[in-house]
């Protein structure tokens, strides 16, 4: 049971928009920064997204985050093939003083 | 360029030890906080704990306290993960990851570089 909840898949056809959700609470996601991690088939994880919204260089402005209270969206527009793959949400805990993860969403384009 | 190189594939029998590595190059190494994440076959990534090799500080999460062993060898900026006596349920996909930020490990900094993986299979 992962500290952070994420859907455990969504789907969407190319050129369409979808969006993941990853809930948590005061100790985690309310008061640290989210990141997101795209995992395509086979590889390591990579990151998408920091400091809740901010996306590293080279990743396209397809990809979008944000947080609002306990919860945090991450929100792909304009789907490829490409884009299938597992996506996970990230944090601290400050209670735990620990990592955490969501369990992950499969994304797939239809 | 920052770069995680980890140790190859590994395959084990049940109670033997191991030794995992991340070398690292493109940063200063004693001073980023070092993630250690497990992904078991088909499954999600799990954080297993973090090391600052500048003193070798350490923080485990409570599901992986006593069952490995981090520590950093700064003369050649790798870390390392270590069993010893390994079960069938630790094989997965080991990652090892660096923050961000230098001397930050909470909730004001993220993971940004991650290694290749390495492989463990412990069966009999």
């Known amino acids: 049971q992962s500290v952070l909840t994420q859907p455990p898949s969504v789907s969407a056809a190319p050129g369409q928009k979808v969006t993941i959700s990853c809930s948590g609470s005061?100790?985690?996601?309310?008061?640290?920064?989210v990141s997101w991690y795209q995992q395509l088939p086979g590889t390591a994880p990579k990151l998408l997204i920091y400091?809740?919204?901010k996306r590293p260089s080279g990743i396209p402005d397809r990809f979008s985050g944000s947080k609002s209270g306990t919860s945090a969206t991450l929100g792909i527009t304009g789907l490829q093939t490409g884009d299938e793959g597992d996506y996970y949400c990230g944090t601290w805990d400050s209670s735990l003083n620990a990592g955490v993860f969501g369990g992950g969403t499969k994304l797939t384009v239809l | 360029d920052v770069q995680l190189v980890q140790s190859g594939a590994e395959v084990k029998k049940p109670g033997e030890s191991l030794n995992i590595s991340c070398k690292t190059s493109g940063f200063r190494f004693t001073t980023y906080w070092i993630d250690w994440v497990r992904q078991m076959p088909g499954k999600g990534l799990e954080w297993m704990g973090i090391i600052y090799p500048g003193d070798s500080d350490t923080i485990y999460s409570p599901s992986f306290q006593g069952q490995v062993t981090m520590s950093a060898d700064k003369s050649t900026s790798t870390a390392y993960l270590q069993w010893s006596s390994l079960k069938p349920s630790d094989t997965g996909m080991y990652y090892c990851a660096r923050r961000d930020r230098p001397y930050c490990r909470g909730g004001y900094c993220q993971v940004d570089s991650w290694g290749q993986g390495t492989l463990v299979t412990v069966s009999s």
């Open positions: 005061s100790s985690n996601i309310g008061n640290n920064y």
């Open positions: 400091e809740n919204n």
